[in-house]
């Protein structure tokens, strides 16, 4: 049987425990919380879109089992990733982030696997989650990779499995959230007026300027019309960048932003638009 072990049980963990679920997989959710755990245990996990609620049984720890085979899914933010580093298992391993911070630290070790993911989700409690939005969960599978046939096979009724190299499909939404996130968090605003307000669209378009001077490759596969796009879509949405601000968490600049800061400073290409966004957004968890 396909088995596969999702390490994080928020919002994203919680929607991939029941896709795979519901396509039959041995499936296996490693939480933090005993408490989590444990209302898991006697509810289940209940999942919701629209009108459709379904209920089912999760398989589900605090710490990660010994003699797991198959994928493992990394699904918690960034920051919580990072101490994981250095005990990753051997097997198959999928990280599903947004950002590419983490991209750059594990480019280089084996079975690592990087998925951009278009779905919504919003957990609701610990034992339910709200499907927000369908999209793509579109996977990288770098041209010169050695084959990892059966594995990335199996999960192609779930997932689009695309030759591209994953820095690429990384930066695509990367540039989408660095051009939408923190503008919409620092002006309080959902996501269509970037493209409602001509300013705040001057001031969108100055970011994506700036991107494109130190991605210029970029350019061709992540147009400013393809921004514009999204920020239509998503008109009534609040950026999940906002909602992190709303709710007085710390936001996923570190992986979203920060990295394109660095690749301009190694490559000598300032970005004072973007440094600017990322000072006024850390500088509101420093209170
Ligand atoms: N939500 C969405 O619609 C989308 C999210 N993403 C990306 O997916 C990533 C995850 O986001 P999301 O699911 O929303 O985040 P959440 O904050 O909802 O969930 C993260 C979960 O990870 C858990 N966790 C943290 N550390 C560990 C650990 N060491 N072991 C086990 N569990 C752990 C947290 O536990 P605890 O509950 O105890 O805090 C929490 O439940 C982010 O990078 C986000 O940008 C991408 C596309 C869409
Ligand atoms: C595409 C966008 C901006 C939709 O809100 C998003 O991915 C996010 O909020 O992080």
Request: net charge neutral.
């Amino acid at each position: 049987m396909r088995q596969v072990t999702i390490i994080g049980g928020g919002s994203l963990g919680l929607l991939f425990t029941h896709f795979f679920t519901e396509r039959g997989w041995d499936v296996h959710l490693v939480v933090r919380r005993e408490e989590q755990r444990e209302s898991l245990i006697k509810e289940g996990l209940t999942y919701h879109r629209g009108g459709e609620v379904q209920t089912n049984a999760v398989s589900v720890t605090t710490a990660l089992p010994k003699n797991r085979e198959g994928l493992f899914l990394y699904a918690m933010k960034y920051d919580d990733l990072v101490p994981l580093f250095n005990n990753l298992p051997q097997g198959p391993k999928l990280f599903i982030q947004n950002g590419i911070a983490h991209y750059d630290a594990l480019q280089n070790e084996p079975n690592c696997f990087f998925a951009t993911v278009e779905h919504g989700a919003k957990r609701l409690g610990d034992v339910q989650v709200l499907h927000t939005g369908e999209g793509r969960i579109r996977l990288a599978r770098a041209k010169d990779e050695p084959k990892q046939g059966d594995i990335l096979q199996s999960l192609e009724e779930l997932f689009i499995i695309e030759t591209i190299e994953p820095e690429q499909l990384l930066l695509g939404k990367v540039i989408i959230n660095s051009c939408i996130n923190p503008l919409t968090a620092l002006l309080r605003v959902p996501n269509g007026h970037l493209v409602e307000s001509i300013s705040a669209e001057r001031a969108m378009r100055e970011v994506y300027d700036e991107l494109m001077n130190v991605l210029p490759s970029m350019k061709k596969h992540v147009p400013f019309e393809r921004v514009r796009a999204v920020c239509q879509q998503t008109a009534t949405n609040d950026s999940s960048m906002f909602v992190d601000v709303q709710q007085g968490r710390k936001t996923e600049l570190d992986t979203i932003v920060r990295p394109i800061i660095e690749r301009g400073r190694l490559n000598q290409i300032p970005t004072p638009r973007l440094h600017m966004l990322y000072q006024l957004l850390t500088s509101l968890h420093e209170r």
